[in-house]
């Protein structure tokens, strides 16, 4: 145990699962003066009459009895219904894919969360991504975790250094397999508690439904990329780019993949995997986010464009004050919404919204 730690007010977000109830239990170790703290982001009744949070809160309860310290329980929820869920509805209707954790992250986690820490007096904000900040001469780095499978430096690329400065990432030195052993080492109560695959806000209910309660269908023709109609769809804003299992088919009974949206014509343009349309040279950027020390262009570096995706090699170039990439292989399924994301050695340089 550091003794420096315990002049160190550190406020751990703490949602119920074990990711963050180990980053907890590792501040406490390290000597830190640890608090916890529960948001309710989003509040909805579920079949069984309780709030969708409730079961979460109940463990998040119970691993702060454990670990000796405080919980606090606040309430975000209409700051994420203004800052991430109308943007994210805005966008569907406009038949984009926005990605709602790099929105939370943002606006929410480190920008509300943040703020209401520091003005309580705390020093630092912890969470339970996978992910590391490095402190250099000049800047704060945001650094890929040494789990290269869960890393999450895609969601958390558009953080400034203000944020940076003032954020802990506790499991940025450990791998999932060593989180879920460390969890049952500190004996949480949580340790064996499966890992949640929702989407940040909804659990783990289909997309589509979840829109359906605010975008209303707008029904229009399936078409083939190489002509004629096979189908109709339920409204361009419940697809995206890339996505197959359309519930229509060919002759030729292979799988159909979205390659385009006309939306002058309010057709869904499908085609087979290897359909040309699939596949981008270049794309356009914009609303970019670079972390640390300003970029100097032409940039080659490497890219991902959805998380997980293996690291793509790209050149970043800006003309007309606008970032275009051109990869160095066809990227396949890039889409309008989504964030590409760029790296170097490691380090996580920041990002944009694909146009």
């Not at 820490?117 to 705390?122: A, D, E, I, P, W």
């Not at 209910?205 to 004629?228: C, E, H, Y």
């Amino acid at each position: 145990m550091n003794k420096a730690n315990k002049k160190i007010k550190v406020l751990c977000a703490m949602s119920g699962g074990v990711d963050s109830s180990v980053a907890a239990a590792l501040l406490v170790r390290a000597g830190y003066d640890v608090t916890g703290v529960f948001v309710v982001n989003y509040d909805e009744i579920g079949p069984n009459g309780e709030s969708c949070w409730a079961a979460d809160y109940q463990d998040a309860l119970r691993v702060a009895a454990k670990l000796g310290i405080p919980l606090l329980r606040w309430d975000f929820v209409k700051v994420y219904k203004e800052t991430v869920l109308d943007y994210m509805f805005s966008e569907y209707e406009k038949g984009r894919t926005p990605n709602p954790d790099i929105l939370c992250n943002k606006f929410v986690k480190f920008g509300a969360w943040l703020e209401k820490t520091k003005k309580l007096g705390f020093d630092k904000l912890a969470t339970g991504h996978y992910a590391r900040v490095k402190e250099s001469k000049k800047f704060f780095k945001l650094m890929q975790s040494k789990d290269d499978n869960k890393d999450q430096t895609y969601f958390l690329h558009q953080l400034n250094q203000e944020q940076l400065k003032h954020t802990m990432f506790p499991l940025g030195d450990y791998t999932k397999p060593e989180v879920r052993k460390l969890a049952k080492k500190f004996g949480l109560p949580n340790a064996d508690k499966e890992e949640s695959m929702g989407i940040c806000f909804v659990g783990e209910v289909p997309m589509k439904d979840f829109l359906l309660k605010k975008i209303k269908s707008k029904p229009g023709k399936i078409v083939l990329s190489t002509g004629g109609v096979i189908g109709e769809h339920d409204g361009l804003s419940f697809y995206t780019i890339g996505q197959r299992n359309l519930g229509v088919k060919t002759k030729e009974n292979k799988p159909l993949y979205v390659v385009d949206k006309n939306f002058d014509r309010n057709e869904l343009v499908v085609g087979y995997e290897d359909d040309k349309l699939l596949y981008k040279k270049e794309a356009e950027v914009s609303e970019m986010n670079w972390i640390g020390e300003k970029i100097k262009f032409p940039l080659n570096c490497e890219t991902r464009l959805r998380h997980r995706q293996i690291l793509q090699k790209v050149k970043i170039e800006m003309k007309n004050k606008k970032i275009f990439l051109k990869f160095f292989k066809p990227q396949r399924a890039v889409t309008p919404g989504q964030f590409a994301v760029f790296y170097k050695k490691g380090e996580c340089l920041g990002g944009g919204v694909i146009n």
